[in-house]
């Protein structure tokens, strides 16, 4: 089996993973996963990530054009933008999760670090999650705002959209977003009971120990 061929099999199976737990619906959601010569495997445009097929993954060469498969998903320019401003990121996802999406609706969320501290957990494999502001689906804008970011964020908040995280690969990338859709989740249930948070102490202890981005 070709390295490409099991690339395709895996994003299917996450997919269904992802799809089949509740973490995106629909025709929600998109993962593409960059290839040794500068491209990219990414899910197709409209498409269901309970019944993905690994034969019509859009490939994409380096300049972003499609050489195979069905038309990709529109928000390819959120893709790039990770890939171009971020090297060692290996694959993308994005998706719709209920309640990432409910908690960046909270008017009181910080847009800079929009998950609480509660848990090392978020820490380790996100950093700062950044919210962005409003775009219209397949905008890109949201491509822009990210390069705008300098690499210096691997997990951005589209608000009252979904989380889009970057990981150095395909595993990588999907525990972190899962990561942060249970941050959230956590977030939700504990809000306006006064939780205990992680001091800047304690942030600091997980940053160092696990060499995390935190800027």
Not at 165 to 185: F, H, I, M, P, Y
Request: charged fraction near 25%.
């Amino acid at each position: 089996m070709s390295e490409t061929t099991r690339l395709r099999e895996a994003i299917c199976e996450f997919a269904r993973s992802l799809f089949e737990r509740g973490l995106t619906h629909g025709s929600t959601g998109n993962v593409s996963v960059r290839l040794e010569d500068g491209g990219a495997l990414v899910t197709p445009t409209g498409s269901s990530f309970g019944n993905l097929d690994p034969a019509r993954l859009s490939r994409l060469d380096a300049a972003g054009r499609l050489v195979e498969g069905d038309r990709p998903t529109k928000e390819v320019p959120l893709h790039r933008a990770f890939y171009e401003t971020r090297s060692t990121a290996g694959a993308v996802v994005h998706l719709h999760s209920a309640h990432s999406v409910a908690l960046s609706m909270m008017p009181d969320v910080d847009p800079d670090d929009m998950l609480p501290p509660l848990t090392p957990y978020a820490i380790m494999q996100l950093g700062r999650v950044k919210l962005l502001p409003f775009f219209v689906p397949g905008d890109p804008a949201m491509g822009e705002a990210i390069r705008g970011l300098a690499g210096k964020r691997s997990a951005v908040m589209l608000a009252n959209h979904g989380p889009v995280v970057a990981g150095k690969d395909l595993v990588s990338a999907v525990n972190a977003v899962e990561e942060l859709e249970a941050t959230a989740r956590l977030a939700l249930l504990t809000r306006g009971l006064g939780p205990r948070l992680l001091s800047a102490e304690e942030i600091g202890r997980v940053v160092k120990k696990f060499d995390v981005e935190w800027e």
